[in-house]
């Protein structure tokens, strides 16, 4: 059993950190929009509230429950079948936003993309360990790539593309630290290229954001706008910021600024120095990520808190990229501090499993 409050503390208060600032910016970011639909509270707010409730409490729990509880057989099929089950399910959903991507049950949304994450990082820690020495063989890749191909083959089809993609980089960073032939690696990307490459041009709006990203000034009222908007409001903090509460892209200006962009409030309202806040605290997450892997007893640990970190730092990198410009819209959201239950609650409990691996080093 896991030694009891021998938890990686630096990366606790990490954690911590990035879920209380971004309480402050999920309320900064969704009060007007609360007053313009004529709301009296702000109930994207409280719901970001009760998530973060949740999460926090999932995050304690798993710290408190071997880790290794996740290598049994019966635990890891029945939740990838599950997951399988729920990506199914959702394709035959309403569209929200142009696209299934979740279930709407009690007023709550549940986005089984996230939980793909959950399950699929688990799986190929197992796989990882079991055949350790036969990495190249097709015993480790068929159901390695089968597995996380056809979640990632079934997000893409709920018009998910970004969620997809942050499936698939961290694994191929998981298997590739497990030390698989760089053939296999290249063999990969030359499949993984055209692939996305066709899933966007297939899809006229991904399209059109890809047209916005590389021309944003050729049309500024249309493909380009987002973009625009988002490196306006990184521009206008300076330094210091305007002030929490204080932006002025986020008055019906930038497109989904509590979720897809926040990153560009938080650079409009706490200014550069916030926002390298941000980016430093996910470094203290790589680190401390990197440290817990290193320090696990097993190889299934190891690639457990390794993978689990890939996943929040890749997609942090990814939502920031969007927000400077640096990368076309994908949808993405910031882990802990953007705006979605399924997120927050998907990135606490991905933090308490690496919470959980520190503490048997």
Not at 13 to 35: C, D, E, K, R
Request: glycine content about 12%; proline content about 5%.
């Amino acid at each position: 059993m896991a030694r009891k409050l021998a938890f990686d503390r630096i990366l606790f208060a990490a954690v911590l950190l990035l879920t209380g600032l971004g309480l402050v910016m999920v309320y900064s970011s969704t009060a007007v929009l609360a007053q313009k639909q004529g709301h009296s509270g702000n109930p994207l707010f409280l719901k970001q509230c009760v998530a973060a409730v949740l999460g926090i409490g999932a995050m304690v729990a798993i710290m408190h429950v071997d880790y290794r509880l996740l290598r049994k057989p019966v635990v890891l099929y029945a939740g990838l079948c599950g997951v399988v089950m729920m990506l199914v399910a959702v394709l035959f959903g309403p569209e929200i936003n142009n696209a299934r991507r979740w279930f709407v049950i009690a007023g709550l949304s549940i986005q089984p993309s996230e939980l793909a994450k959950l399950v699929v990082i688990p799986y190929l820690a197992y796989q990882i360990e079991r055949k350790r020495d036969r990495l190249d063989d097709y015993a480790f890749l068929i159901p390695a790539v089968g597995v996380t191909g056809l979640c990632a083959a079934l997000i893409l089809a709920g018009k998910d593309l970004g969620t997809a993609t942050l499936l698939c980089i961290p694994a191929c960073l998981l298997v590739f630290l497990a030390g698989i032939s760089l053939r296999w690696m290249l063999a990969g990307g030359l499949l993984l290229l055209p692939a996305m490459a066709l899933a966007i041009f297939l899809q006229p709006y991904r399209m059109a954001r890809l047209t916005g990203f590389l021309d944003p000034e050729g049309d500024p009222q249309g493909n380009g706008f987002q973009l625009l908007q988002s490196l306006i409001a990184v521009g206008s903090g300076g330094l210091f910021g305007l002030g929490p509460g204080h932006s002025v892209q986020k008055l019906h200006f930038l497109p989904s600024p509590h979720a897809d962009f926040v990153f560009s409030i938080v650079a409009e309202e706490l200014g550069f120095f916030g926002a390298m806040l941000v980016v430093g605290l996910f470094g203290v997450l790589l680190w401390r990520g990197v440290v817990a892997g290193q320090g696990a007893p097993d190889a299934f640990g190891r690639y457990l808190a390794w993978g689990f970190t890939a996943v929040l730092v890749i997609q942090g990198l990814m939502h920031v990229s969007v927000a400077l410009g640096l990368s076309p819209t994908t949808g993405i959201p910031l882990p802990f501090i953007s705006h979605g239950g399924s997120s927050l609650v998907t990135s606490l409990v991905a933090a308490g499993v690496i919470l959980n691996v520190s503490q048997h080093g």
